[in-house]
């Protein structure tokens, strides 16, 4: 089953990090799901395969069971997760979107550290809205050995990320997850000076209320072929979603923008802030919330996916030496 990558090149195996260890050589992103290897080492797959007319190997990505068996599939094939065991509802994100998300952040902090990638516990990423899949600490600690911070508004989202760390060896001592229990506020209570993380994390919510998303997922449903009439229920996104995952009063503007706004307030607590933002629409009012939040320096990074294109913005607070002498902080015990 053909992908469409962000770049072609060869797939490995991971075998290190089911004892814990980073990767050494982190799986490339794979030119097709080698579908045969992912159900050798989740079988729960084998019920969602099926035939292409061309003869090749398939699932329905309509069917959001057959999404998440994918998913978890990858995390143990390519990461030695054993255990990721989602709420029924959680968003089920797809695992090469997200290393696209943290391949990018590695070059960032490459571009500061004399074009090489910084690797392992000196890094520590803030990963804000962590949800209940946890993916980003699952591949950023398999793909370069950073340390991670999750933070989350939603107390289900919070126990099950919680769950997956202690439940894997790779993440286990290295990842912690916080409630964030104010609603109104993105780092407080979170996030303390004694963190001094290299780059904040975010994919934020991208509907402005309950009625948007599900109307989108109609949207989506309706591309797949799957509504052909009015139906008196409302289809949920084929990748699942909890309500503080999918939409946010503002939507994603709003909640970008507040971003954007506490972090000027706490200019040393990270050498980057970056989120992802995924309607191009929203860029430049994204981009203009930035500069006057004053950073010394803003990138806007771009994610194409096959057909699909995402945006990252990053910007800092710091001077390049500044960023460059965070790395070498020791993260607090």
């Known amino acids: 089953m053909r992908t469409r990558p962000a770049r072609a090149t060869a797939h490995r195996t991971n075998a290190a990090s089911r004892s814990g260890t980073p990767l050494a050589h982190p799986p490339a992103t794979p030119e097709r799901y080698d579908l045969v290897r992912l159900r ?14 061309r003869g090749d190997e398939t699932i329905d990505f309509s069917i959001p069971e057959a999404v998440r ?10 990461y030695g997760i054993t255990h990721w065991d989602l709420p029924r509802d959680a968003l089920c994100p797809g695992v090469p979107g997200r290393r696209d998300y943290l391949t990018a952040v590695a070059q960032l902090l490459g571009a500061d550290h004399a074009g090489v990638v910084p690797r392992g516990e000196q890094v520590t990423l803030f990963d804000l809205g962590v949800g209940a899949n946890c993916i980003y600490p699952i591949i950023g600690r398999g793909l370069y050995g950073w340390r991670f911070i999750g933070s989350d508004i939603d107390p289900v989202a919070v126990r099950s990320a919680s769950r997956i760390v202690q439940a894997n060896l790779l993440l286990r001592g290295h990842v912690e997850i916080r409630r964030q229990g104010a609603a ?6 979170v996030l303390s000076a004694r963190d001094r993380v290299a ?4 994919n934020p919510p991208f509907h402005a209320s309950s009625a948007q998303a599900q109307a989108a997922a109609r ?21 699942g979603g909890r309500d503080a995952e999918l939409w946010c009063d503002g939507g994603e503007v709003g909640f970008v923008g507040r971003l954007i706004a506490e972090s000027a307030q706490r ?8 989120t992802l933002v995924a309607q191009a629409a929203h860029l430049p ?20 996916r096959g057909v699909k294109q995402s945006r990252i913005v990053a910007w800092s607070f710091l001077s390049p030496a500044a960023r460059a002498a965070q790395l070498t902080i020791s993260p607090p015990r």
Do not use: S
């Open 40 to 53: 050798g080492v989740h079988p729960g797959l084998a019920r969602w395969i099926r035939r292409t007319p």
């Open 69 to 78: 068996d994918l998913n978890q599939a990858l995390l143990m094939a390519d």
């Open 184 to 189: 109104n506020q993105i780092f407080a209570h």
């Open 199 to 202: 780059v904040v994390i975010c």
């Open 219 to 239: 949207r989506k449903w309706t591309n797949l072929g799957h509504l052909r009439r009015a139906a008196p229920v409302l289809p949920t996104a084929n990748f």
């Open 267 to 274: 200019p040393h607590d990270a050498a980057w802030y970056t």
């Open 285 to 304: 009012a994204i981009e203009r919330a930035v500069q006057r939040a004053r950073p010394l320096a803003t990138r806007v990074l771009t994610i194409a």
